[in-house]
């Protein structure tokens, strides 16, 4: 059993910043590409930011030069730092992971954690 737990979610000003945090545990062998997803109300899952397992990224234009993503093989653990933060960056955020398991590789997902930009 392979669960993906994110942590780091809140309420911030605009201006401010938040760091996600995203774990990944059990019968793990390898873990290859890792990136963070948002969905706000009434839209659809869209990609923020990717990270490989040799540290390239790739991200959203709408968060370059705002967000980073970053990673931790050791604690097969994915971040994202966010800084400048938008009221437009509010949404649900989810990570997600390809992993390899003992059936071969699968795709996982995080439950989730709620950003609100507020003044």
């Known amino acids: 059993q392979v669960q993906l737990v994110e942590s780091g979610g809140g309420l911030v000003q605009p201006g401010g910043s938040l760091r996600l945090s995203c774990a990944a545990s059990g019968s793990i062998f390898s873990i290859s590409a890792m990136a963070w997803y948002r969905q706000a109300p009434g839209k659809q899952r869209d990609l923020v930011a990717s990270?490989?397992?040799?540290?390239?990224?790739n991200y959203a234009d709408s968060v370059k030069g705002r967000f980073t993503i970053s990673r931790d093989n050791a604690q097969n653990t994915v971040y994202l730092q966010m800084n400048s933060l938008k009221p437009e960056d509010t949404a649900v955020y989810y990570c997600r992971a390809d992993i390899t398991v003992a059936r071969g590789v699968h795709n996982y997902w995080g439950q989730g954690t709620q950003v609100s930009v507020s003044p």
């Open positions: 990270i490989s397992s040799g540290g390239g990224t």
